[in-house]
Structures are given as C-alpha cells and as structure tokens.
C-alpha cells in the first residue's frame, strides 16, 4: 500500500461547545495519511493518475471553513467521509488537532482511521 500525506493544514472554524466559541473563528490542524496506489502515476506522470492532493486540500478548506461543529470527532468524522467517497480512498488516517484547547496542553484532539487498509497492496 502506497500512502499520500498531507500534514498540517491549518484551517479557521467555528467549532466548541462552549458559548464563547460558537462566536469566534478557532484554529484546526489537520493531518491525512490516504491510501494510493501511486504505480500507474508513476508510470505516466500524469495527475489523473494518482490522488490530488492539491484538490483534497481545496474541498477540505471549502468545507472546514463553512462548518460550524460543536465536536472535533463530528468534523472528523464528516472529513473522513468525504475523502473516501469523494476521492476514492479506500483508507484514510486524519488527525483532527484543536490546539490550545485545555490549558497546559500543547496538542489536543482525535485521530480516525477509517476503510481497509489492506486494499492496495
């Protein structure tokens, strides 16, 4: 299995339970591992033939931005689904990272993994 990354992609949202943050934009930190088979693109040079990460990060900006969730593991979750069924991942590993949600903690949030991962060998 062939994996393609994106780390630390920094997005402003509306997220939190709390009063005072359903009034401010906080920062998200997002990191996707995604399975690929990158042999065929590889071969050809050619973007059609692999994942776009260029097109990944442009609907996932699109839809962080416009979201306005009160948990990390909903917005998560919501992520996880558009990668697969919109790009055609058959796995994806996302880190959600709310950073300085609790004090005293530098990093704070959730990890998913969802689909096979055993699908492109």
């Known amino acids: 299995m062939d994996i393609i990354f994106l780390r630390g992609l920094q997005i402003e949202t509306i997220i939190g339970i709390y009063d005072w943050e359903r009034e401010i934009r906080q920062t998200v930190i997002l990191d996707f591992e995604m399975a690929c088979d990158i042999r065929k693109a590889a071969q050809s040079d050619a973007i059609e033939d692999t994942l776009d ?17 009160f948990l990390v593991e909903t917005m998560a979750e919501q992520l996880a689904q558009i990668i697969r069924n919109e790009f055609g991942v058959p796995w994806v590993r996302l880190t ?24 492109h060998a």
Do not use: M, P, T, W
């Open 53 to 69: 990460y260029k097109a990944v990060s442009k609907r996932v900006i699109d839809f962080v931005e416009n979201s306005q969730f």
């Open 96 to 119: 959600l990272n709310k950073k300085g949600a609790i004090r005293g903690a530098s990093d704070v949030g959730v990890i998913i993994e969802r689909g096979d991962k055993s699908c």
